[in-house]
């Protein structure tokens, strides 16, 4: 499995990005995917995950700005990052789970920088 985030860039406040995430390997066993951020000096937190077609949550501190979707067909995965704050600054990660616990295994892309500037 590979995963490979793009649409990072630098942005000013309010407005807007697109991250778009490419599988390839064996996707037919992904479970959920999601994308977690992680700025400079903090622990890396969960932005958005989508399970199935119907199973969509978000931090507290996106919702209503961000969506996350899904694109089996193409197996890309997307983040519509709207409004964007400075908070927002960090390296964007796509995740993919496989299997549930106790035989969970996440695969994690590489990373793509969004910086906000105020």
């Known amino acids: 499995v590979r995963l490979v985030e793009s649409g990072g860039d630098l942005v000013q406040a309010g407005g807007s990005l697109k991250l778009s995430c490419a599988a390839s390997?064996?996707?037919?066993?992904?479970?959920?995917m999601a994308w977690y951020r992680q700025a400079p000096g903090k622990q890396r937190e969960l932005v958005a995950r989508i399970e199935g077609t119907e199973s969509i949550d978000y931090a507290d501190s996106v919702k209503g700005r961000f969506t996350i979707s899904r694109d089996n067909v193409k197996n890309m995965l997307y983040l519509q990052m709207n409004s964007l704050k400075a908070e927002d600054t960090a390296v964007y990660y796509c995740?993919?789970?496989?299997?549930?616990?106790?035989?969970?295994?996440?695969?994690w892309g590489q990373g793509t920088q969004v910086t906000v500037s105020s």
């Open positions: 995740s993919a789970q496989v299997g549930r616990l106790p035989k969970r295994y996440d695969y």
């Open positions: 390997g064996d996707t037919a066993t992904f479970i959920a």
